[in-house]
């Protein structure tokens, strides 16, 4: 049997579950990228049935993510999941593990174990430095260090730090800083015109950054968990 990644849901409200992926996804972005994804409706027992499993469906290919099927489906709810184009998945024999991928909540739910075994961070040796245009598609990830972009961010890449990100060119692919929680975290930017900036998991559409912002030197940081701008 193929290995899918679970969606565990545990809220029927479709904007909540798309943004806890996109703050999945920003900080891990090759893990999910076009992984499959069984939806598993169990934890929503009876509330399943107000699920707007179609919403669901497009806001999970929204996160550059492919639902399959769908698991542990009330009667109610079959003729939307084929309508849905996913199929009907039934578990498989005990003892056989799942990946899982995240439990979108009202409340915050334990981090899913997506690493088995604690990381001994390293003394900082300085930042990565790139130098030359990051690609659309190129995902670069300063692990455990701040990041230094000399070059232009394209549509589609993603230039990602656990420390601070510095990019001192456009930026118009996504950026996370903080990618491992850091809450003082922060994103300095030459010229935003970014898809996506995040923070410690906090985060901002393109269609939410200001007008009197984009194309402009900015900072991105955290203020009470929610991500901010402001001019340089």
């Known amino acids: 049997m193929a290995s899918l990644t679970v969606l565990r849901l545990r809220s029927t409200d479709v904007a909540l579950v798309e943004r806890q992926l996109r703050i999945k996804t920003a900080q891990l972005p090759g893990l999910f990228l076009d992984a499959p994804v069984l939806i598993d409706l169990a934890p929503l027992g009876e509330q399943a049935e107000a699920l707007a499993l179609a919403e669901l469906v497009q806001a999970i290919r929204s996160c550059k993510m492919v639902p399959v099927a769908a698991s542990n489906v009330p009667e109610a709810l079959r003729g939307a999941v084929s309508d849905a184009g996913l199929g009907l998945w039934r578990p498989p024999a005990p003892g056989r593990a799942r990946p899982e991928l995240a439990e979108p909540s009202e409340t915050p739910a334990p981090e899913p174990a997506l690493a088995v075994a604690p990381v001994l961070r390293a003394p ?50 996504r950026a996370v800083a903080g990618a491992q929680g850091l809450p003082g975290a922060r994103i300095f930017c030459q010229k935003l015109e970014a898809e996506l900036v995040a923070i410690s998991g906090a985060y901002m559409m393109a269609d939410e950054i200001p007008a009197e912002l984009r194309g402009r030197a900015v900072q991105v940081f955290l203020d009470n968990g929610e991500c901010r701008l402001a001019p340089l």
Do not use: E, F, S
Request: glycine share 12%.
């Open 124 to 173: 900082h040796t300085g930042p990565m430095v790139v130098t030359k245009p990051v690609r659309g598609g190129q995902v670069i990830h300063a692990r455990d260090n701040d990041l230094v972009v000399l070059a232009a961010v394209n549509p589609g890449a993603q230039v990602i730090a656990d420390g601070h990100l510095h990019v001192y060119a456009p930026l118009r692919g």
